[in-house]
């Protein structure tokens, strides 16, 4: 069945950086969209960036534009979200995500997503 597991959370300090990945597993990695969603307590998730099937184009929210950087390797299964010169507001717990089919292009929409993993919890303070 369809696997996704998050890794790389954790505590870090305004200005500094994390690389999350997600490990997939049951299905061609290269087929599908997959993106990266977050949230807050009390707030709805929203997209934070995701990468087109087959290395094809990605999307951020503009809030990471410049700092945030998707990427894949089907090889290894595995799809990672660098981020770069973190703020306070990044806090929040990380998810990545596929839809149930396959289209072009990826979506930022929580609505459009369909498997998840548990979530890796990110926190930016000093």
């Known amino acids: 069945q369809v696997q996704l597991v998050e890794s790389g959370g954790g505590l870090v300090q305004p200005g500094g950086s994390l690389r999350l990945s997600c490990e997939a597993s049951g299905f061609n990695l290269d087929y599908y969209n997959i993106g990266w969603l977050r949230q807050v307590p009390g707030k709805e998730r929203e997209g934070v960036a995701c990468i087109s099937s087959s290395d094809g184009p990605t999307d951020y929210t503009d809030s990471v534009k410049g700092r945030f950087t998707i990427s894949r390797d089907n090889a290894k299964n595995t799809v990672y979200l660098q981020m770069n010169n973190l703020k306070p507001e990044d806090t929040a717990v990380y998810y990545c995500?596929?839809?149930?089919?396959?289209?072009?292009?990826?979506?930022?929409?929580?609505?459009?997503?369909?498997?998840w993993g548990q979530g890796t919890q990110v926190t930016v303070s000093s």
């Open positions: 995500a596929r839809p149930y089919g396959r289209f072009s292009p990826c979506p930022l929409s929580r609505y459009l997503y369909t498997y």
